[in-house]
């Protein structure tokens, strides 16, 4: 079983900020791929970015050239750096976890953008 702890959500302005953690509660050496996702009042949840146990990534079209993802496997932990936030961005974003053929998930961390 694979915990993970969001934070660094919270109430941006459109244009701002924010850098978004989540920390897992063994190494992730043996993750094979953290992502995150995002879940906006009414919709689908969706994935925003991923990074491979070998360092590459994948992001959604949205997600391109503004928010960067990161891993830190020293302190077992995944970034999502959020920049020129738009008020779209709004949603709850949940950090995933493969291990094996299992996903993990963690509680959530809500990002509002307003305008």
């Known amino acids: 079983q694979v915990r993970l702890v969001e934070s660094g959500g919270g109430l941006v302005q459109v244009g701002g900020s924010l850098r978004l953690s989540c920390t897992a509660s063994e190494s992730t050496f043996r993750i094979d791929t953290m992502a995150w996702y995002r879940q906006a009042p009414g919709k689908q949840r969706e994935l925003v970015a991923e990074i491979f146990s070998g360092g590459n990534t994948n992001y959604a079209s949205a997600a391109k050239g503004r928010f960067t993802i990161s891993r830190d496997n020293a302190k077992n932990t995944v970034y999502l750096q959020l920049n020129s936030l738009r008020s779209e961005d709004t949603a709850v974003y949940y950090c995933?976890?493969?291990?094996?053929?299992?996903?993990?998930w963690g509680q959530g961390t809500q990002v509002t953008v307003s305008s």
């Open positions: 995933n976890a493969l291990v094996v053929w299992t996903h993990y």
